[in-house]
């Protein structure tokens, strides 16, 4: 036992009570821990002169940290190796970031190997080879698992589901559910599906569906945006998506920003290529849209519909019964008389229009602060009380949205203004638009809507 001559180590034996005498048991405790250190110490002492590092201080930087130095006497202790109970526990709380659902219900942890120096592999399975998600997944993981007791290191191996595992997986999320069945159109569906309708193109509709989607996402809710604007599509831009979704099977995974999941036709077509659906194919793009997309527990799905009275909304109107429509026009004369003509094909589909938004309806003068009507005046209040009137059920003037540059700049940028200036006029204007939405009794116009409020109370 050469080595180690310490003061204390002199004072007392190598191993507590050795020389049969009596010894009050915290004395005792003291020894045993001195005893414990001080071996540990000469073997670091050994190691050291042999020019070798310390493997418990190299590989284990954190072994310096308080919890881990006996007060008395301010040498490190040997630490617990980590329960692989607890790791297990902590894998269960990672979620994959496109379903929402725990990695370990997914059958995505292969194995978890812990090793004696507590670092930890875990090789964990990806739905498709170059996931788009390998780097969130991978750092949900290392997060989740560095944060267990005794684990000094994380070590995560990515591999990739076989065909046969893909397909359970697809079942399980599925709920072995049969394909092409669009949940929002089943009875007891929760989720409250809106039409953004717009009779000309241009008046700010995909604008107002993105920060809509946005602000009700902010407020805690689970939203989705079908940007059925075949011709048009400008969604994943304004909400700053530039992935195309994966594919597990059958089914598409939405890509996510601003915590909405995203589906748009454009993700569907090359480039920037026209797209030439007709009709039959809108219908069973939109159907398809609807059914095969994960989607996950929706509160909300808004879809930004094609402007005119064109088929997509005929269609919405036959695949989701229950979806009713938003409105939204400028002031001005002419989109005013198309606003309502889209506003009307809802007496063909017996759907609701929940209200009509008027953007661009004023613009702040930016020296005065008054009120300049750029488009006109008054175009909103008056497609409201038509389409009241024609619908024979209250249709209101949900809000009336200033022109702002910086709503338009948060388009291009893909940083939606109710998130960047929630609080600017435009901002407020939206953000009260969500609220009505999502908090709103049921039966608004009369009919039973066959649905629950989405909003959380
Ligand atoms: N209130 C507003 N203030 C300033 N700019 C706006 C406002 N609303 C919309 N815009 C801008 O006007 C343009 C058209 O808006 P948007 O694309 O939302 O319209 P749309 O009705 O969806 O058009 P389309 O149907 O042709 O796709 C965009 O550049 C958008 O940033």
């Known amino acids: 036992m050469g080595g180690y001559r310490g003061t ?23 020894m045993h821990d001195h005893w414990h250190t001080r071996t540990t110490r000469q073997r670091r002492i050994r190691l050291r002169a042999t020019g070798a590092p310390s493997p418990r201080f190299a590989a284990h930087p954190r072994s310096h940290t308080a919890e881990d130095v006996d007060p008395r006497l301010r040498f490190p202790l040997s630490p617990a190796l980590p329960s692989s109970d607890a790791i297990q526990s902590a894998l269960a709380t990672v979620l994959d970031p496109e379903i929402g659902k725990p990695i370990t219900d997914l059958d995505m942890v292969e194995s978890v190997h812990v090793r004696d120096d507590g670092s930890v592999d875990v090789n964990v399975l990806l739905t498709v080879s170059g996931c788009p998600m390998r780097d969130e997944i991978t750092s949900r993981v290392s997060r989740a698992v560095s944060g267990v007791d ?59 569906t993105v920060n809509l989607a946005a602000a009700m996402a902010r407020s805690g809710l689970s939203v989705g945006v079908l940007d059925a604007d075949i011709y048009g599509h400008s969604v994943p831009r304004m909400l700053g998506i530039d992935r195309p979704p994966t594919q ?45 997309v994960f989607w996950g527990d929706l509160d909300v799905l808004l879809l930004d519909l094609p402007p005119g009275t064109g088929d997509i909304a005929i269609s919405l109107a036959q695949l989701v019964p229950t979806s009713e429509l938003l409105l939204v ?35 702040p003068c930016p020296h005065c602060g008054e009120r300049v009507d750029v488009f006109g005046e008054g175009g909103g209040a008056a497609v409201a009380e038509r389409l009241t009137r ?19 700049q948060g388009g291009d940028d893909g940083k939606p203004l109710v998130l960047s200036e929630p609080d600017s006029e435009a901002g407020k204007a939206l953000r009260a638009v969500a609220e009505r939405l999502t908090f709103r009794s049921r039966g608004l116009s009369g009919r039973s809507l066959g649905i629950s409020p989405a909003g959380r109370a």
Request: charged share 20%; proline share 7%.
């Open 150 to 208: 005794g684990v000094r290191d994380v070590r995560v191996a990515l591999g990739v589901m076989t065909p046969e595992q893909r397909t359970a997986l697809h079942e399980k999320v599925r709920g072995g559910a049969a394909q092409r069945v669009i949940p929002f159109a089943q009875p007891g569906s929760m989720t409250r599906v809106y039409g953004i309708a717009s009779g000309k193109g241009g008046v700010g509709k995909s604008s107002v």
């Open 248 to 292: 597990v099977e059958k089914m598409i995974m939405p890509p996510q920003a601003h915590g909405v999941r995203v589906i748009s036709t454009g993700m569907f077509t090359r480039g920037n290529e026209p797209v030439t659906w007709r009709g039959p194919m809108l219908h069973r793009a939109l159907e398809q849209f609807l059914s095969d």
């Open 390 to 408: 024609v619908l024979g059920h209250d249709v209101p003037l949900l809000a009336q949205i200033p022109v702002d540059v910086r709503l338009r």
């Open 8 to 30: 204390r180590s002199r004072q007392v034996s190598n191993r507590p009570a050795a020389h049969g005498r009596e010894v009050p048991t915290a004395v005792r405790s003291l």
């Open 329 to 363: 026009t400028t002031p001005q004369l002419a989109a005013t008389e198309v606003a309502e003509r889209a506003g009307t094909i809802a007496v063909q589909t017996h759907q609701n229009v929940i209200g009509v938004v008027e953007n661009m309806a004023y613009m």
